[in-house]
């Protein structure tokens, strides 16, 4: 049980390139999402997906494209790489579980360390 | 718009000491998660709190859910160079699309270094 698994670990692309980030979960969960992180501003939703043949668009999704490829497998998409993009990125996948009442908990992947030049 | 505000930012203390970090929010939340996440790493789960007033205990962590569920406290007692990380609390919100879709809405964190 590998929980969620990403690959590339690291990346860097010069400006205008494109590149698809991709991840994988063995939890059979529904929800799956895309976040990326940088200094100070704490981890942002760029797109999630409720469930398989699903995606929605979070908090930043300007420059980013995604597929649910099926339901263990949800990929981002970087068409045209600018410096803005350069992050860290991270995939997590969710279930709502039941401790009494109803909680939501994501677990997450490792995460892609991105630098675009 | 940040739902939840974190405080102290970062935090650097002698190993042995106690301390607490604060998870602040106008917003009420059906509960709140703590997560730590150590360099080069992704966040992991710690604890949820889903009872106003609840306490939850991880061997030397103690997690606090405030009584109106919009905030919450983690206390470390006698902190040790392994609890160094970035402590990130997290509440449920509805999602940006209006569809009332689960999703989570984080903090910015506490930077915690424990010095030997």
């Known amino acids: ?117 | 718009t940040q739902l939840l505000e974190q405080s102290p930012q970062f935090l650097s203390i002698q190993e042995g000491e106690n301390l607490t970090v604060y998870c602040n929010s106008s917003s009420v939340f059906s509960s709140l998660q703590w997560y730590r996440q150590e360099p080069g790493e992704g966040p992991v789960l710690l604890v949820t709190v889903v009872t106003g007033g609840e306490v939850k205990k991880l061997k030397r962590l103690t997690f606090q859910f405030g009584d109106a569920r919009k905030d919450s406290s983690l206390h470390i007692t006698a902190a040790q160079p392994g609890d160094t990380g970035l402590y990130l609390c997290a509440g449920e919100i509805f999602m940006y699309s209006g569809g009332g879709a689960d999703g989570l809405t984080f903090g910015k964190g506490t930077h915690l270094i424990i010095q030997p």
């Open chain 1, 1 to 117: 049980n590998a929980g969620v698994t990403q690959t590339p670990k690291f990346q860097v692309l010069k400006t205008g390139q494109s590149m698809t980030l991709q991840c994988a979960q063995d939890m059979n969960h529904n929800s799956m999402y895309w976040y990326r992180q940088d200094p100070g501003m704490g981890l942002r939703l760029i797109y999630y997906s409720a469930s398989e043949g699903t995606t929605d668009k979070g908090e930043v999704p300007n420059g980013y494209n995604v597929s649910r490829l099926n339901k263990r497998e949800f990929s981002l998409r970087l068409e045209s790489a600018a410096p803005s993009q350069t992050s860290v990125y991270f995939c997590a996948s969710s279930e709502w579980v039941t401790s009494g009442s109803e909680v939501y908990e994501q677990y997450f992947g490792p995460g892609t360390r991105l630098t675009v030049t």
